[in-house]
């Protein structure tokens, strides 16, 4: 295949949370496809690194240190950018804490993390987007945006907000040619983690609420982000694309097992950060 039929041949991206395992992915499948990606995260060795291992590969990858709550930082940073044509918004934290027991600067952290930095670095690149002849905005919400668990109070409220977001950027954007869309995906381990974890009990109840018999795999979620990203989807704006491999159809039936609806009353566990 030649450079020229690659989908993201000559365009620029910027990825939120490219140092964790979502980013990650989405950062090589867009630079696989010709695309130069800025990795940015708040871990400056986790950008760093995945940046190293992109150039390895012969792609075009550089590390932008950020942290996406901080306004001036955000400002900085996309006023040093000469060109972009591709916002990824993807980092965030996933914390799991009942109404009851979040604390204001709990909910205030989560929301900032997930939602408000979203705002910041889409109002900063809107500007170099006009710019684009293929802008295209991708925003990483969740399964929580539309179903609820107990003990995820702040974020599902983020999750659920970046919906609407996503839409009032399609909105305002489609002026500009602009189209911003969300991913919601499930929960998502690579192909081995899920191979390690097979047969411990609490993995198999996770695993068996969704219809295709496995967790989604990053490569799921970055196939989707890609989509959303390049000319394939020239004309969608405003969507919420959700990648779960059905979870979401079992837990709005009801089907989904008694034993996981039990775990959920509680209310009682951890989440992995998307970041």
Known sequence: MGELNLLLSGRKAFITGAGGRLGGAIAERFASEGCAVLLSDVNVRNAEAA??????QGLQAEAVPLDVTDE?????TFAAIPELDILV????????????????QEWNDTIQVNLTSMFLCSKYALPLLQRSPAPAIVNMSSI???RSNPGLAAYSAAKSGILAFTEQLAIEGAAHRIRANCI???RTMTEEEQAKRSGDPVFEIDRDCYPLGRLGFPSDVANAALFLASDLSAFVNGVNLVVDGGMTLLATSGLVRPDLRQRWKTGRYMLESEE
């Open 72 to 76: 001036d930082a955000v400002r900085r």
């Open 51 to 56: 940046a190293e291992r992109l150039r390895a």
């Open 144 to 146: 929580n945006a539309i």
């Open 89 to 104: 918004n993807n980092a965030g934290v996933t914390r799991g804490r009942s109404v009851q027991e979040s604390t204001l």
């Open 184 to 186: 919601s995906p499930g």
